[in-house]
């Protein structure tokens, strides 16, 4: 196979660099592999599913550009050699600020694939107002990795406070241990606002449930309690991208799920991959749930009713 290959992506002309490169194994085997050039064929073919989930929202890449076993990069500022047409947004943090790469269209998505790219990360809001979250995520993290039924039902307990207090949800698998239930909002708050939220909430739901459900920080405290993570919630935080490839064997992907979903006992954070994520997002989990944000001061009165009760 030639070094470089050109493609035509949208308006956009990209020379691919060794894609025969593997990335990831994929069978027990170890005789399939993910190539760098799969990984630019996944992201082309389910570009129309995951374009929705990324457009506006600055990026942090996870990048294995020799595969599993070489180094893991975890890059959150916009290399100078990235094309011109490929946007960005300047996010201010302490002493200083970093130009996150935003991917907008197929094209980008080409080309961070062929950065080997695996997994992206995406802030909860969107530039140009990026201090504004439209979106909160409660990370479900299991204490083992053989116990499913634990997420799957700490996926219900959550979904059942956020529609007490007005807030419309979707739950995903992670690509790797657990679940995210991410709500939308209207982004008219502020992470400070959004990160409060959401521990209140996780601290009520581990109130009710002390036995299952844990917001203990260190896994020294947990037991076997499940840990409601909010932390994805803070400013410059990120969590993993509808429909993005983990960086483990076997490429799972993270995967949008309808609600019903979680009553299959065979379901597991890994369920789907390069192979079959495409087929299982054309069902649409999430129809309309994009267009239903709402503001976060009802639900934060909602929840303090919950809690007085």
């Given at each position: 196979m030639p070094r470089?290959?050109?493609?035509?992506?949208g308006r956009h002309t990209l020379t691919l660099h060794r894609q025969d490169k593997t990335l990831l194994p994929v069978g027990d085997s170890g005789a399939d592999v993910l190539t760098k050039g799969g990984l630019v064929d996944y992201y082309r073919r389910i570009a129309p599913f995951m374009l929705p989930h990324l457009r506006g929202r600055p990026l942090m890449l996870e990048r294995l550009p020799d595969g599993l076993d070489g180094p893991r990069i975890m890059q959150k500022n916009t290399p100078s050699h990235f094309p011109d047409w490929i946007h960005r947004t300047t996010v201010a943090k302490e002493g200083g600020s970093v130009l996150h790469t935003v991917c907008d269209d197929t094209a980008t998505l080409v080309f961070l694939a062929d950065q080997a790219a695996l997994t992206l990360?995406?802030?909860?809001?969107?530039?140009?107002?990026?201090?504004?979250?439209?979106?909160?995520?409660?990370?479900?993290?299991?204490?083992t990795d053989d116990d499913f039924e634990a997420v799957r039902s700490a996926a219900r307990l959550v979904r059942e406070l956020l529609d007490d207090v007005g807030l419309a949800s979707g739950a995903m698998t992670t690509g790797s241990r657990g679940l995210h239930v991410v709500a939308v909002l209207r982004g008219?708050?502020?992470?400070?606002?959004?990160?409060?939220?959401?521990?209140?909430?996780?601290?009520?739901?581990?109130?009710?449930?002390?036995?299952r459900l844990t917001t203990a920080v260190r896994k020294a405290d947990r037991g076997t309690r499940l840990y409601l993570d909010v932390q994805r919630n803070a400013y410059a935080q990120t969590s993993v991208v509808p429909y993005t490839v983990r960086a483990v064997p076997g490429a799972p992907v993270a995967t949008p799920i309808a609600w019903e979903e979680l009553d299959d006992s065979s379901l597991t954070a890994r369920r789907w991959t390069v192979a079959d994520a495409e087929e299982h997002a054309r069902s649409?989990?999430?129809?309309?749930?994009?267009?239903?944000?709402r503001a976060l001061g009802p639900a934060r009165r909602a929840l303090r009713e919950l809690r007085g009760r």
């Open positions: 470089t290959q050109r493609l035509r992506v990360h995406r802030w909860q809001s969107r530039a140009p107002h990026v201090d504004r979250p439209d979106r909160l995520v409660f990370d479900l993290d299991p204490s008219a708050h502020t992470f400070d606002d959004v990160h409060d939220f959401a521990k209140e909430a996780a601290d009520t739901m581990a109130g009710a449930h002390p036995d649409d989990p999430w129809a309309g749930l994009a267009q239903q944000g």
